[in-house]
Every structure is written in C-alpha cells, then in structure tokens.
C-alpha cells in the first residue's frame, strides 16, 4: 500500500518496504507502461525541483528508501554555495577543481551523446544538464529544510 503523506517518492518508499520484507520486485517484458514527457525545459525544470523537494521531505518518512544517487543534485548544490563562499574569502582552488570536473564530465557526457546519435540540440546538453541539477538540488535542500515542520504537521 502507498504512503498517503507521499504524493511524490511514495514508489521509493514502496519499493523500499517491500525488499525490507524480504520480497523481491521483478521485471516482465509483458508490462506496458507510459511515459509522461514534459513540453517545454521549464515544466521540466519544475518537475525535476519538486521531485527533488520530496526527496527532501521524504528523509522524515522513510529515509532509507533513497541511494546516495538521490542526493548528488543536493550534494553539487552544496559544493556550488561552498567554493562560491572559499572563493569569495581568497580560496579558489576547490571551485576550480570542481568547477572543471563538471565541465569535463559534461562535455564527455555530451560527445557520447552526440557520437551516439549526431543532433544540433546535443549542443545544449551542458546547459540542460546543469539546469535540472540545480532545480533538482535546490527542490532537495528546500524539501529538507521544510521537513521537520511537515512532519510536525502531519503527526498532529
């Protein structure tokens, strides 16, 4: 059964109680599912952020239902405010570290893309790439920050 407090991440929760169990999930060739793209980057943006912002406040629920994978968003987020604030203060060496490790995961990310299938809209991967990052890690830390409060609010 679905967390009702979950309108969002309750399949992670789900899934994640039915492997604690002792249940196994399995995939059937047989199962037809359909996928709900988003029309334009900013719905996008905005589903990335609140999924990101369930994540956060899913932590007070059941936070053993995410892997570390969930919160790199979160993690690039908090690496963007940490170097700003070193640099700013005379220390920009941890920026330019990250700063170029991103660059050179994404462009690396983008030539695969493109080489395995050569579009002129590839060229906009690095701008999407970071965008959704940033929605989703911001959604993430926001979600935190609420959940104590939501969580207060729902037990009474």
Not at 125 to 144: A, E, K, Q, R, W
Request: glycine share 6%; aromatic share 16%; charged share 15%.
């Amino acid at each position: 059964k679905y967390n009702e407090l979950l309108p969002r991440s309750e399949d992670n929760d789900m899934t994640y109680r039915i492997r604690k169990a002792g249940f196994k999930l399995c995939y059937s060739p047989d199962i037809v599912f359909y996928q709900h793209t988003r029309s334009s980057l900013t719905k996008m943006l905005k589903q990335k952020y609140l999924n990101g912002y369930w994540i956060g406040k899913t932590m007070g629920v059941s936070p053993k239902c995410f892997s570390l994978f969930h919160f790199v968003p979160f993690a690039f987020v908090l690496a963007i405010a940490l170097t700003s604030f070193l640099t700013a203060f005379g220390f920009p060496l941890l920026g330019l570290l990250m700063w170029s490790a991103y660059f050179f995961l994404i462009l690396g990310i983008t030539v695969i893309e493109t080489l395995k299938k050569p579009l002129k809209t590839n060229l906009l991967l690095p701008v999407i790439f970071f965008l959704l990052h940033i929605s989703y890690g911001v959604g993430t830390l926001l979600g935190l920050i609420v959940m104590p409060f939501w969580i207060l609010k729902v037990k009474e």
